[in-house]
């Protein structure tokens, strides 16, 4: 089928980031002649502070590459990378999340080695990401920017009326603040869809087993029937007792707004959430939302990488690695992320780089230099796209069914 093709302009306020960005520091030199011509590439960002990412990260690729035209390759099959490889017409570089999901793609792609190394594309790279870029023995992906999603989101006025605490340090005190916050008369947590009740289940696993336990839960033959994990789905079970009611068809902007309206204590979600508070309810970071990691994660920065390969037989292909250039590039994975609320991947920021970045991103900078990287289940790159579903079915089921055993089961049968 083909892929429809939607052109994507240039804001005043993208070129203004680009701008300031370069000014951290010259971008690695692209080696050979300028591209010029058509790119197509399936990013996803459409909306939000993820499309005001896009525009400035597009402003920067104009100053890398002045000639190339930018085109969204999405198409009419969505974002799922398989899908849009499997057309025989993919797009000149695609988006994934990294670790299962690039493996899955490979014999789709072209190895990236020999320009990753001739063109710097792996510069700044903190070590702990380089494995998630990779499958076998060969480099796939260049990334863009990480999103921590291991976060706990909380109404300064709602605590402060109930006595609560706005980083409780484990799932079970968490569970003592929202009996807090419920006696007040509000909802203790925002729950919006399936997806924010697996990633609380992520949560209370991860706190039980820590990193390296949990990682095992996903492999074969995985510790499901033990009493940590009996026990961290039991307390599952009591938070959402403290949550707003689950619909199937909502997302995490209705938890958002729950929160950002007053009318809830906590949220759990990525820090997306952080520029939709602020763009969509006028809320002012730290006054009116604050943020901690969330309850026993402190030491861990679980994350999704935005991380571009790129398609065996690029049509475009000149133009898709100066794409790629401008992706590894320090101007811009400023000038995406700090229009967005994330950060860039790479840890060799220079200090005024950070002026560029909000009081919530300005924290994570340094978190995503201190804590140890993890790779998220709900939103990233631990589980292919097909144990994911899973997953999530799983999760779906539990707000109706509430059996923590047959949950155990069922995310290990995924």
Same mark, same amino acid.
């Given at each position: 089928?083909?892929?429809?093709?939607?052109?994507v302009l240039l804001g005043g306020i993208a070129v203004a980031c $680009?701008?300031?960005?370069?000014?951290?520091?010259?971008?690695?030199?692209?080696? *050979?002649? +300028?591209?010029?011509?058509?790119?197509?590439?399936?990013?996803?960002?459409?909306?939000?502070?993820?499309? %005001?990412?896009?525009?400035?990260?597009?402003?920067?690729?104009?100053?890398?590459?002045?000639?190339?035209?930018?085109?969204?390759?999405?198409?009419?099959?969505?974002?799922?990378?398989?899908?849009?490889?499997?057309?025989?017409?993919?797009?000149?570089?695609?988006?994934?999340? *990294?670790?299962?999901?690039?493996?899955?793609?490979?014999?789709?792609?072209?190895?990236?080695?020999?320009?990753?190394?001739?063109? &710097?594309?792996?510069? @700044?790279?903190?070590?702990?990401l380089r494995p998630r870029l990779r499958a076998g023995n060969a480099?796939? @992906? !260049?990334?863009?920017?990480?999103?921590?999603? %291991?976060?706990?989101?909380?109404?300064?006025?709602?605590?402060? /009326?109930?006595?609560?605490?706005?980083?409780?340090?484990?799932?079970?005190?968490?569970?003592?603040?929202?009996?807090?916050?419920?006696?007040?008369?509000?909802?203790?947590?925002? !729950?919006?869809?399936?997806? /924010?009740?697996?990633?609380?289940?992520?949560? !209370?696993?991860?706190?039980?087993?820590?990193?390296?336990?949990?990682?095992?839960?996903?492999?074969?033959?995985?510790?499901?029937?033990?009493?940590?994990?009996?026990?961290?789905?039991?307390?599952?079970?009591?938070?959402?007792?403290?949550?707003?009611?689950?619909?199937?068809?909502?997302?995490?902007?209705? $938890?958002?707004?729950?929160?950002?309206? *007053?009318?809830?204590?906590?949220?759990?979600?990525?820090?997306?959430?952080?520029?939709?508070?602020? /763009? %969509?309810?006028?809320?002012?970071?730290?006054?009116?939302?604050?943020?901690?990691?969330?309850?026993?994660?402190?030491?861990?920065?679980?994350?999704?990488?935005?991380?571009? !390969?790129?398609?065996?037989?690029?049509?475009?292909?000149?133009?898709?690695?100066?794409?790629?250039?401008?992706?590894?590039?320090?101007?811009?994975?400023?000038?995406? %992320?700090?229009? &967005?609320?994330?950060?860039?991947?790479?840890?060799?920021?220079?200090?005024?780089? &950070?002026?560029?970045?909000?009081?919530?991103?300005?924290?994570?900078?340094?978190?995503?230099?201190?804590?140890?990287?993890?790779?998220?289940?709900?939103?990233?790159?631990?589980?292919?796209?097909?144990?994911? +579903?899973?997953?999530?079915?799983?999760?779906?089921?539990?707000?109706?069914?509430?059996?923590?055993?047959?949950?155990?089961?069922?995310?290990?049968?995924?």
């Amino acid at each position: 089928m083909p892929i429809r093709r939607r052109p994507v302009l240039l804001g005043g306020i993208a070129v203004a980031c $680009a701008t300031a960005a370069a000014r951290c520091g010259p971008a690695e030199a692209s080696s *050979g002649a +300028a591209p010029a011509g058509l790119l197509e590439v399936a990013a996803g960002w459409t909306s939000g502070p993820d499309r %005001n990412g896009l525009q400035a990260l597009l402003a920067a690729l104009k100053g890398h590459a002045p000639d190339v035209t930018f085109v969204a390759g999405d198409g009419s099959t969505g974002t799922d990378p398989a899908a849009l490889l499997a057309t025989g017409r993919p797009p000149d570089a695609v988006r994934c999340s *990294g670790g299962a999901e690039l493996a899955r793609l490979a014999p789709h792609l072209e190895p990236l080695d020999a320009l990753a190394r001739a063109r &710097r594309w792996s510069a @700044g790279l903190p070590a702990a990401l380089r494995p998630r870029l990779r499958a076998g023995n060969a480099l796939y @992906g !260049v990334p863009a920017g990480v999103r921590r999603t %291991n976060l706990l989101w909380s109404r300064p006025q709602a605590l402060a /009326e109930a006595g609560a605490d706005p980083a409780p340090a484990d799932p079970g005190l968490l569970l003592a603040q929202l009996q807090r916050v419920t006696a007040t008369g509000r909802t203790g947590l925002a !729950v919006g869809g399936p997806a /924010e009740v697996l990633q609380l289940a992520e949560t !209370v696993l991860l706190a039980a087993h820590g990193p390296d336990a949990f990682g095992a839960l996903w492999q074969p033959g995985g510790p499901w029937r033990t009493p940590a994990t009996a026990g961290a789905l039991r307390l599952l079970d009591a938070l959402l007792a403290h949550a707003a009611p689950v619909a199937p068809d909502a997302d995490w902007t209705d $938890a958002a707004r729950l929160l950002g309206t *007053g009318r809830a204590g906590y949220l759990l979600t990525g820090d997306w959430a952080d520029g939709w508070l602020r /763009e %969509n309810l006028g809320l002012r970071a730290g006054a009116d939302h604050r943020w901690a990691a969330a309850p026993g994660t402190a030491a861990l920065f679980q994350f999704r990488a935005d991380v571009f !390969v790129l398609p065996r037989g690029a049509r475009h292909r000149a133009a898709a690695l100066a794409w790629l250039d401008v992706c590894a590039s320090l101007d811009g994975q400023v000038a995406l %992320n700090g229009a &967005r609320a994330a950060v860039p991947a790479r840890t060799d920021l220079p200090e005024p780089a &950070r002026a560029l970045f909000g009081p919530y991103p300005r924290w994570s900078l340094d978190q995503w230099r201190s804590a140890r990287p993890l790779d998220s289940l709900t939103h990233g790159g631990l589980l292919d796209p097909r144990r994911r +579903a899973a997953a999530l079915a799983a999760a779906a089921a539990f707000t109706t069914h509430r059996d923590s055993t047959r949950l155990a089961r069922e995310l290990a049968a995924g």
